[in-house]
């Protein structure tokens, strides 16, 4: 496999180099690193391109590019900078595969590009599907595109559904969640919690927005929208469970009633791997499950009025055309703002909800229409907190 990884210097991303090396060390799955592209953390790409040799890398802030390309002239590689060159890095002839693992809305268009240059897609960037939606299906479909998920559930659920005679034979897809490091937490309480206190994550170690959004669940509101636009099924088709030991990854009952569920331990290696290997599964060096060593397995529904931001999820779900866009833009913004300290923990979910009053619906948008959702979003929630 050739593969051009979006977001290498992140959680996943440098996760799933990891996963590459150690498939090369095994030498049953060669990965070849073709491209590799990032931000602006110039000193960890400068040290994974003299690991990987990649052909090219890409760096979103052009001042980094210049930056990169003074520090590797001894490199012969090629250096592409701004949204542009990630694009060109989504569609890089020299890979078949395109991991995109960079966090938020700027993930939709190199997905695109991804999909129109016939890559196989391995999707970490669930922000793309959630604003995107229909859009970034149909054309995964229309050019004959494989997208095989990243994200631990996501994974769970198609794994869960191979071998099934088909999408009729689906009931329900349960989603689970482990509640964040917030859960049984009153809503008041929840006021006053610092981005300290939210960016530790009960069981998973990832990168700064994701885990802000586990604390307010939206990151399961996110998921929600995500699982229904990649399996094809309905808001009343997806349950929300909580499970707070993350052991089950999620579910999918059938039409018969039977119930699958994809185990083990909590480690993002797993999902990465099976995107990079599937349809085939290969040998790994990560730690197995011990059942027996496991706490009790717990379930739980989830509390939509301490958690709103999913409930209010769930209802763009439903509303569909460009809700799950504000949805998305809004909380991006209101994220970033909370993470400078310039709004409360409670207020992420109050700005998202005055974007999603405030910005009317287009029903079947097209890709302008949906960028200018996210847009509104963004400016409206950064007029109310007065930034
Ligand atoms: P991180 O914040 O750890 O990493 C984000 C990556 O994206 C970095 O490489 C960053 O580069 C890059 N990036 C950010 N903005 C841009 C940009 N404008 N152009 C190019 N690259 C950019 O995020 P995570 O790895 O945690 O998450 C990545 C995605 O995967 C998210 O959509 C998240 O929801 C999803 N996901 C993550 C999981 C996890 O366990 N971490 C689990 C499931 C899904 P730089 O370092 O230079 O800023
Ligand atoms: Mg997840």
Redesign the pocket.
């Known amino acids: 496999m050739r593969l051009s990884l979006?977001?290498?210097?992140?959680?996943?991303?440098?996760?799933a180099l990891e996963v590459a090396e150690q498939l090369n060390r095994t030498g049953t799955f060669p990965v070849e690193i073709a491209v590799l592209?990032?931000?602006?953390?110039?000193q960890?790409?400068e040290q994974q391109a003299r690991r990987f040799s990649p052909q090219a890398v890409?760096?979103?802030?052009p001042a980094?590019a210049r930056d990169f390309r003074q520090r590797t002239r001894d490199l012969d590689i090629t250096v592409l900078e701004g949204?542009e060159g990630?694009c060109e890095a989504a569609a890089w002839e020299g890979a078949d595969t395109t991991l995109?693992?960079?966090?938020?809305m700027?993930?939709l268009r190199p997905t695109m590009a991804a999909i129109k240059a016939k890559k196989t897609l391995a999707l970490?960037?669930?922000?793309?599907l959630v604003a995107g939606g229909s859009l970034v299906i149909e054309a995964a479909r229309q050019n004959g595109v494989k997208i095989l998920p990243?994200?631990?559930e996501h994974s769970a659920i198609f794994q869960c559904l191979q071998g099934s005679p088909g999408e009729r034979a689906v009931k329900r897809l349960i989603l689970t969640a482990s509640g964040g490091p917030f859960f049984g937490w009153e809503k008041e309480r929840l006021q006053a919690v610092t981005p300290k206190q939210a960016l530790c994550h009960p069981n998973?170690?990832?990168?700064?927005?994701?885990?802000i959004?586990c604390a307010t669940l939206m990151?399961k509101g996110?998921e929600f929208i995500e699982a229904m636009r990649l399996f094809c099924v309905t808001a009343d088709e997806v349950e929300v469970v909580i499970h707070r030991q993350s052991i089950i990854h999620s579910m999918v009952e059938f039409r018969d009633g039977a119930v699958l569920a994809q185990m083990g331990t909590p480690d993002?290696r797993l999902?990465i791997r099976y995107a990079l290997t599937y349809p085939e599964r290969m040998q790994s060096e990560l730690p197995g499950l011990d059942l027996l060593a496991c706490p009790p397995l717990t379930f739980a529904p989830p509390d939509l009025e301490a958690f709103p931001c999913l409930k209010m999820a769930m209802e763009c779900a439903r509303i569909g055309g460009t809700s799950c866009a504000v949805l998305n833009g809004a909380n991006e913004a209101a994220v970033e703002l909370f993470r400078r300290e310039e709004i409360a923990f409670g207020r992420i979910p109050e700005l998202v909800e005055r974007a999603l009053d405030a910005i009317p619906v287009v029903s079947a948008p097209g890709m302008e229409d949906i960028l200018e959702a996210d847009r509104q979003a963004r400016a409206c929630v950064r007029r109310a907190a007065g930034s």
């Open positions: 979006l977001g290498s210097t992140g959680s996943i991303g440098t996760q592209a990032a931000r602006s953390n110039v960890l790409l890409a760096l979103f802030d980094a949204p990630l995109n693992a960079v966090v938020g700027v993930g970490a960037n669930k922000e793309t990243v994200d631990s998973w170690d990832m990168g700064a927005k994701i885990t959004d990151n996110l993002m999902p």
